[in-house]
């Protein structure tokens, strides 16, 4: 059974302080893991999408790296408006996609 | 683009009644849409995919007499919550996938439909 586990649960940072937020997951063969931006009492917003091992992609202050075995989301710099919750998701080459619990991120300015 | 909206946003009713939720994909064509539902602080859960034409896939669990999905075009997916009791109070979130797009795997989301059954 495929399975995404998201590492920290909640992570509070001061405005400017960088860290990364983790994914690990296993997967009868990857065929695309995403990460996505969920504000309160709102839809996931989609972020970034990586195939293979070795991809990074890059939006603002954030950067997504993948593994063979887990995924970071690295945040520089974070601004009070990056605050919410990040969630990771990988889809299976049989389609379906499962979901981490997410990382609820909160930057103090 | 990739703009996926929900109709409503919200919605309050009695006990007994349905509610229907629609889904659009405003500026793409969704091959296929999902519907997920959300607890307070949880993550995600899968109610179902459904593909334009055809009868929707429905996770185990999940009551499809219940919760009717129809993908009548590539634009709009409905779920009705039909009965609905307190218990099926929730955040609905449809998504949409475009197999012909550069990134064909990518869901896009709606902003999601707060469903309050009293």
């Known amino acids: 059974e495929d399975q995404v586990t998201q590492s920290p649960e909640a992570l509070r940072l001061q405005e400017g302080e960088s860290s990364s937020l983790n994914c690990s997951y296993t997967?009868?063969?990857?065929?695309?893991l995403f990460w996505y931006r969920q504000d309160p009492g709102k839809g996931p917003e989609f972020l970034f999408t990586?195939?293979?091992a070795g991809e990074e992609k890059e939006k603002e202050r954030l950067k997504a790296t993948l593994t063979k075995k887990e995924s970071f989301l690295h945040i520089t710099a974070p601004k009070p408006e990056d605050s919410a919750t990040y969630l990771c998701a990988v889809q299976a080459r049989a389609g379906k996609s499962t979901f981490g619990d997410g990382t609820t991120l909160t930057v103090k300015p | 683009g990739a703009v996926v909206s929900q109709h409503p946003s919200w919605v309050i009713c009695k006990s007994g009644t349905s509610v229907k939720i629609e889904c659009r994909s405003l500026?793409?064509?969704?091959?296929?849409m999902f519907w997920y539902r959300q607890f307070p602080k949880q993550s995600l859960m899968l109610m179902a995919t459904s593909n334009e034409g055809s009868k929707a896939t429905y996770e185990q669990g999940v009551e499809k007499d219940k919760f009717l999905i129809n993908h009548a075009s590539l634009t709009l997916s409905t779920l009705t919550v039909t009965s609905a009791h307190p218990e099926d109070s929730s955040f609905y979130i449809c998504?949409?996938?475009?197999?012909?797009?550069?990134?064909?795997?990518?869901?896009?989301f709606g902003p999601g439909t707060r469903l309050t059954v009293l």
């Open positions: 998504s949409a996938r475009n197999a012909l797009a550069g990134e064909p795997d990518t869901q896009y």
């Open positions: 997967v009868s063969g990857l065929r695309g």
């Open positions: 500026d793409f064509q969704a091959t296929t």
């Open positions: 990586l195939y293979s």
